[in-house]
């Protein structure tokens, strides 16, 4: 799980039907002091819990499969929570 | 998930049986703004894009996980058609574009 913002939206009309209704978002990594780490990707918001400018934590790989409530769709990157604040 | 410009199909008789009646497009990897980068893949079409179309690209496991693909020895699959990406209220690539 790793921390990044909200920089983007992705528009897509036609999309996989796992991903109707599902947004897809650019999403840039940062540090825990909200500063660039990596290049920007783009990941899924299955749960509708993102905007462009929030920090949020996603996740990678196959474990952002298990972040839709099927568990299938075709996804490299999801956001899993919405960070309030760091303490 | 990868930002791509379809450039070709790739066209094969004799493939593995579940790949029967499955699209394979030639996809050149680009930036989130549309500028086109090194790596190219060969991947499954899942959303009947046509050449030129800029898409999402899933790849490895992820790849199996459409209806299109389910159980095929696929590792990339193109499960979107980008219509544009919007950073930071600008419009950074578009459809069509470049």
């Not at chain 2, 959303?47 to 696929?74: H, I, K």
Request: aromatic residues 4%; neutral net charge.
């Amino acid at each position: 799980m790793k921390l990044g913002i909200v920089t983007g939206t992705v528009w897509a009309t036609r999309k996989a039907k796992e991903l109707e209704g599902c947004r897809l978002l650019v999403v840039q990594p940062v540090s825990s002091r909200r500063v660039a780490t990596d290049t920007p990707l783009v990941a899924a918001d299955p749960g509708g819990l993102a905007a462009p400018g929030d920090l949020v934590v996603y996740v990678t790989s196959t474990d952002a499969t298990a972040a839709f409530p099927t568990g299938f769709a075709p996804v490299n990157a999801s956001i899993v929570e919405l960070v309030e604040g760091i303490v | 998930m990868i930002f791509a410009r379809v450039i070709g199909t790739v066209v094969s008789t004799q493939k593995d049986p579940s790949l029967n009646g499955k699209k394979l497009l030639l996809c050149k990897e680009v930036d989130h703004a549309g500028n086109p980068l090194r790596s190219y893949h060969v991947a499954v079409d899942a959303v009947q894009a046509g050449e030129g179309s800029l898409v999402l690209l899933s790849y490895g496991s992820a790849a199996r996980m459409t209806e299109e693909t389910r159980n095929a020895p696929v590792d990339a699959v193109v499960m979107a058609i980008i219509d544009h990406v919007q950073i930071d209220k600008d419009v950074v690539v578009a459809k069509g574009g470049r």
